[in-house]
């Protein structure tokens, strides 16, 4: 990988993927709308040389071929709100897909669980069935179908799908609401189960492991999914918080949000609206397998959840 484009750079796992290809030597181009944004997480990043940014829209193959200025790589890892996401989401991917071919670039696009639909085994490997029952999930399945299509003759796609995750920047997560909150020492509401454990990757983690994929040449192909797994040990929502307000030194209460209370919240909110129908993972957890990482790529390294969370909070102090 001698050049890299993230699309998204300000976003989630955009602005840790950035870090870590920054962080490796790597040059790299950190894309997206807003100026202000990108020139803060340069910023952040310390103004490093390697590191330059261009503003865009990802919905324009033209602006991603202009700002890649050659790139090998593209990760794509832009998102779509929940309430847009089946109107979107599709046009995003078609545009991604034809700069990438037009630029005969690789393209890691960053996904989630959602095209699996409900979990038919312990963990899951890269070939569990994907049988979504969501209209969410549906869409991220046609999703998949269009990254992969036969038309790109000349790009090199993958997909790598994370669990739910956390981190300082995981503005679009479940859980970032919650750690806010807390981090803010103020009530808060958890999404979902707060009683059945799930699993969660922390996103610097996540993105050390997409970035170790990238690297390698074989990773690539048609059909190539790739899983992000979280740490062996699941959290419940009631320990997940117990930690942060551990960490923050605050326990102003944290309830759980369910069906009925999404539904009220939905009336006003058309995210939470949008929720409600992937609450079947909060209470069936779907835990992904990391045998295929382990067995290409090496062994997984990952921050314990007490340190990972503890800086995540301490993270998100800094910037209320």
Same mark, same amino acid.
């Given at each position: 990988?001698?050049?890299?484009?993230?699309?998204?750079?300000?976003?989630?796992?955009?602005?840790?993927?950035?870090?870590?290809?920054?962080?490796?030597?790597?040059?790299?181009?950190?894309?997206?709308?807003?100026?202000?944004?990108?020139?803060?997480?340069?910023?952040?990043?310390?103004?490093?040389?390697?590191?330059?940014?261009?503003?865009?829209?990802?919905?324009?193959?033209?602006?991603?071929?202009?700002?890649?200025?050659?790139?090998?790589?593209?990760?794509?890892?832009?998102? &779509?709100?929940?309430?847009?996401?089946?109107?979107?989401?599709?046009?995003?991917?078609?545009?991604?897909?034809?700069?990438?071919?037009?630029?005969?670039?690789?393209?890691?696009?960053?996904?989630? &669980?959602?095209?699996?639909?409900?979990?038919?085994?312990?963990?899951?490997?890269?070939?569990?069935?994907?049988?979504?029952?969501?209209?969410?999930?549906?869409?991220?399945?046609?999703?998949?179908?269009?990254?992969?299509?036969?038309?790109?003759?000349?790009?090199?796609?993958?997909?790598?799908?994370?669990?739910?995750?956390?981190?300082?920047?995981?503005?679009?997560?479940?859980?970032?609401?919650?750690?806010?909150?807390?981090?803010?020492?103020?009530?808060?509401?958890?999404?979902?189960?707060?009683?059945?454990?799930?699993?969660?990757?922390?996103?610097?983690?996540?993105?050390?492991? &997409?970035?170790?994929?990238?690297?390698?040449?074989?990773?690539?192909?048609?059909?190539?999914?790739?899983? &992000?797994?979280?740490?062996?040990?699941?959290?419940?929502?009631?320990?997940?918080?117990?930690?942060?307000?551990?960490?923050?030194?605050?326990?102003?209460?944290?309830?759980?949000?369910?069906?009925?209370?999404?539904?009220?919240?939905?009336?006003?909110?058309?995210?939470?609206?949008?929720?409600?129908?992937?609450?079947?993972?909060?209470?069936?957890?779907?835990?992904?397998?990391?045998?295929?990482?382990?067995?290409?790529?090496?062994?997984?390294?990952?921050?314990?959840?007490?340190?990972?969370?503890?800086?995540?909070?301490?993270?998100?102090?800094?910037?209320?």
């Amino acid at each position: 990988m001698k050049k890299a484009i993230v699309l998204g750079a300000t976003g989630g796992v955009g602005h840790p993927l950035t870090a870590e290809l920054v962080s490796r030597g790597v040059e790299t181009v950190a894309f997206g709308r807003s100026a202000g944004k990108l020139q803060r997480l340069a910023q952040e990043l310390g103004n490093p040389v390697n590191l330059s940014i261009e503003t865009g829209d990802a919905f324009k193959p033209d602006d991603i071929m202009r700002a890649a200025g050659g790139a090998d790589v593209i990760f794509h890892s832009a998102n &779509i709100p929940y309430h847009e996401m089946e109107s979107r989401l599709l046009p995003l991917g078609q545009s991604v897909m034809e700069a990438a071919d037009r630029l005969g670039a690789k393209v890691v696009v960053v996904d989630g &669980i959602y095209p699996y639909g409900r979990r038919t085994t312990g963990k899951a490997t890269e070939e569990h069935p994907k049988n979504p029952h969501t209209r969410k999930g549906k869409t991220r399945l046609a999703y998949e179908k269009l990254i992969f299509d036969a038309r790109w003759n000349n790009a090199r796609p993958l997909i790598v799908r994370l669990p739910d995750y956390y981190g300082p920047s995981a503005q679009a997560s479940y859980l970032n609401v919650t750690m806010e909150a807390i981090a803010a020492g103020k009530p808060s509401a958890f999404v979902g189960n707060m009683k059945v454990p799930r699993e969660y990757v922390y996103l610097p983690d996540a993105a050390r492991m &997409i970035v170790e994929i990238a690297l390698r040449d074989d990773s690539y192909g048609r059909g190539e999914n790739w899983h &992000i797994p979280g740490p062996p040990r699941l959290l419940s929502g009631r320990e997940l918080v117990r930690i942060a307000q551990e960490a923050a030194g605050t326990r102003k209460a944290v309830f759980p949000l369910g069906r009925i209370g999404l539904s009220l919240i939905g009336m006003f909110n058309p995210v939470m609206k949008e929720v409600v129908e992937m609450l079947y993972l909060t209470e069936e957890p779907f835990v992904l397998s990391g045998e295929k990482y382990e067995r290409r790529i090496g062994p997984i390294r990952w921050t314990p959840h007490e340190q990972a969370i503890a800086e995540t909070i301490r993270q998100l102090r800094k910037k209320s």
